[in-house]
């Protein structure tokens, strides 16, 4: 696979997770959810404003021949910091795909090396990449959510994630993808609720300003899967349910998005969608 391909895979999985719909706490393009300064338009134009990049990222991957990864890592966040200016640019400012920058980004990165590296997978590539960012990066700064729920919760946010090589989505969010059946739009809003059963979202933790408010969105998540996801009448009204309490709490599910944007695009690499 060429690393156009690549990053163009990157793109699709951005649109794909927007449009995919009603998704709680997230802009889609029937709703904005809790996130009155955005719309679906908003997140088309950050999407396309980040094609560069992407071509960018997989060129790095493609080229890189040292052994340290970690050093891949760093060419690559030059680019993502480079890629968040330009996408504040076109969103005027507002956060659209900040994570996406960073997780989607590493990914795009990782597919291309192991174009020429068949024995790793992305998964090993960004764990051996990303070793040492936790500490690297957090800990005295308070800057960010991220940074900050590290000092208050001990919680690594999305950089432990990248850490562990995304297990979230090896073990999970894309094995249950591939089973699932039936329409993509269905398929993909039970796979982004499969994510939110699991995850700890620090866009989440931030905006409900505790802690308690992950173990509530497992069970809710939980009980939409139990109840047999948006294929059934009770899944979906329990799902519509969950959109109007998302909104009047003012919760956001940035970081679950993130992770179904990454599961869309190991999909499309593996052609599982
Ligand atoms: C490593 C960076 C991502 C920078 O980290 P930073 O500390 O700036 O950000 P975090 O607060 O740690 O947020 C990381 C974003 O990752 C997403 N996320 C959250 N939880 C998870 C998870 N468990 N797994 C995977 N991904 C996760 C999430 O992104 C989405 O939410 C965004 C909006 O969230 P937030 O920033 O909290 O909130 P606001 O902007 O205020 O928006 P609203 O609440 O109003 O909606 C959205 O963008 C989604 O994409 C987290 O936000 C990376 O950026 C980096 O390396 N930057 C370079 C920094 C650097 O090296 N600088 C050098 C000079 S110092
Ligand atoms: N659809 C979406 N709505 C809000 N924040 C997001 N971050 C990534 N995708 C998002």
Not at 122 to 139: A, C, N, P, W
Request: glycine share 8%.
């Amino acid at each position: 696979m060429s690393p156009q391909e690549i990053a163009q895979n990157a793109e699709k999985a951005l649109l794909y997770e927007v449009v995919t719909n009603p998704k709680p706490g997230l802009v889609d393009p029937a709703d904005r959810g809790p996130h009155p300064d955005m719309d679906v338009y908003l997140f088309i134009n950050s999407s396309l404003s980040l094609g560069e990049y992407f071509r960018q990222a997989a060129k790095i991957g493609t080229n890189f021949t040292d052994t340290d990864l970690r050093e891949m890592f760093k060419k690559l966040r030059q680019a993502g910091i480079q890629a968040e200016k330009t996408m504040f640019e076109a969103t005027k400012k507002i956060n659209t795909h900040k994570g996406a920058i960073f997780s989607l980004g590493l990914f795009v990165c990782a597919s291309a090396y192991c174009q020429r590296h068949r024995d790793l997978d992305e998964f090993e590539v960004i764990s051996k990449m990303t070793q040492g960012l936790v500490k690297h990066d957090l800990g005295q700064k308070n800057d960010t959510a991220g940074e900050r729920q590290f000092l208050k919760y001990g919680k690594g946010g999305v950089r432990a994630e990248a850490e562990a090589g995304y297990p979230i989505v090896k073990n999970v969010a894309l094995p249950f993808l591939a089973k699932s059946t039936g329409e993509l739009n269905t398929r993909l809003l039970d796979t982004l609720m499969k994510i939110v059963s699991q995850i700890e979202d620090s866009n989440l933790i931030k905006r409900a300003g505790n802690i308690q408010v992950v173990e509530w969105s497992h069970e809710q998540a939980e009980k939409y899967l139990d109840l047999g996801g948006y294929g059934t009448a009770a899944g979906k009204e329990f799902m519509q349910e969950l959109n109007q309490t998302f909104k009047e709490e003012n919760y956001s599910l940035g970081g679950s998005a993130d992770l179904l944007i990454i599961t869309i695009f190991m999909a499309l690499q593996k052609n599982i969608i």
